[in-house]
């Protein structure tokens, strides 16, 4: 009795797609099998039986299935390095579209099982406990075995052939979905440093994505009355460029977070190796942004060539007749149709604006006429160094009322 309460709690669709004769004939010959051995014996007596030759497969993954389903399997609370979760369980099996058989409701017919090879990984997701279960990636594959066997990312990269890039990605995808688990991010809030209320929620106190705004030149085209630097550097040479990408990503891997370039200057795209050095960074798998002016949609496709931005930053000062008193004459026209350039290219957009005592009253309006234009638009303030020392920030008082 025990042993046939065991296969039913566990074999519930394969009783149903047997039939009650032949699950009873299996339940005769079972003897003292297990109820996690009863796959073989489905095997030995499915043909006997004329049982689908497909059973033993699904009857092993329904199996594993509720075993995880059932199972108290723990998510650890201090986790030291990347681990597998310790729930997963990857199932090598010969015939594929067994996963719907699981969960097909009364009347549907699923595609029908064909013979050919599949990998399915099982496992409890750690956000929310639900059990998963779908064919396996290769690119999960790949990430298993390389933890299994302890395989060196960069090692593996080369031998591959493929950037590193690739293999980060394909680790933070695989932690993303719950089948490795990962330390929390190391950039946090230093207590010592900050007070943080009892209730504070974790999101506040820690950072997912460490961002570098890099300075790669002081080329640029424009000539702003609020510039803050203009001073004049050699620009950053490839090989120093790949020195710091190198330090960069070595240094969000050590502290479990994800990595993103800011590419800025002067004008980025000026820089002589822009696209040399944009590619050094999606070699290295980081998130790339561009803060400069406009360019052209020859320039773009080529940058998207390589990596689609996740944002491409513009500046505007104010309404027109402002801004181009700002950034020179015709700016904020070039501006509008680099935005349109920018939607068609499906490259999300941001507008900022420096804050002085010149423009605060231009903000609201500005938001306003940019709503359809671009995604989002921010300010900073004024830095009163540079060519900036000439302009004036708003008063206290002033910016207090402007918040509000």
Not at 121 to 148: A, N, S, T
Not at 250 to 279: A, K, M
Request: glycine share 6%; hydrophobic share 40%.
């Amino acid at each position: 009795m025990a042993l046939q309460e065991g296969l039913d709690k566990h074999y519930p669709v394969c009783r149903r797609l047997a039939g009650r004769e032949k699950w009873e004939a299996l339940l005769n010959c079972s003897g003292r099998i297990s109820v996690e051995k009863f796959p073989l014996l489905i095997a030995r007596k499915g043909e006997e039986l004329s049982l689908p030759p497909y059973f033993p497969d699904l009857a092993s993954l329904e199996y594993a299935y509720r075993e995880i389903l059932e199972g108290e399997t723990e998510i650890p609370d201090r986790i030291d390095k990347i681990m597998i979760n310790p729930s997963l369980q990857l199932m090598d099996l010969h015939w594929n579209n067994l996963v719907p058989l699981l969960f097909a409701k009364p009347g549907e017919v699923p595609d029908e099982p064909e013979e050919s090879g599949q990998y399915i990984i099982i496992w409890k997701d750690p956000d929310d406990g639900r059990v998963r279960i779908r064919e396996c990636f290769p690119g999960e594959l790949l990430v298993l075995k390389m933890l299994v066997e302890d395989i060196d990312r960069k090692e593996a990269a080369a031998l591959g052939g493929v950037p590193v890039g690739y293999l980060d990605s394909a680790f933070d995808r695989a932690i993303d979905r719950g089948i490795l688990l990962s330390p929390g991010s190391a950039i946090r809030r230093d207590e010592s440093m900050f007070m943080i209320p009892s209730a504070t929620k974790e999101r506040f106190l820690s950072a997912k994505v460490f961002t570098l705004q890099w300075h790669i030149t002081q080329a640029c085209d424009l000539h702003c009355k609020h510039c803050y630097d203009r001073s004049k550097r050699s620009p950053l040479t490839p090989d120093q460029g790949h020195g710091i990408l190198d330090q960069m990503r070595e240094f969000v891997r050590d502290r479990h977070v994800r990595g993103q370039i800011s590419f800025t200057g002067g004008n980025p795209l000026l820089h002589p190796q822009f696209l040399v050095l944009y590619q050094a960074a999606a070699d290295r798998g980081f998130n790339l942004a561009i803060l400069g002016n406009p360019t052209t949609a020859e320039y773009l496709e080529e940058i998207i060539r390589i990596r689609r931005p996740v944002f491409f930053q513009v500046s505007l000062e104010g309404l027109q007749e402002h801004n181009d008193s700002i950034r020179g004459e015709g700016h904020f026209a070039t501006v509008l149709d680099f935005l349109k350039l920018l939607k068609e290219k499906d490259i999300p957009s941001i507008v900022m604006l420096t804050l002085t005592e010149a423009n605060i009253d231009q903000v609201i309006p500005l938001a306003d006429f940019l709503k359809d234009k671009a995604d989002d638009f921010t300010f900073n303030r004024l830095s009163l160094v540079g060519e900036g020392a000439n302009l004036r920030l708003p008063s206290p008082e002033r910016f207090r009322k402007f918040l509000e």
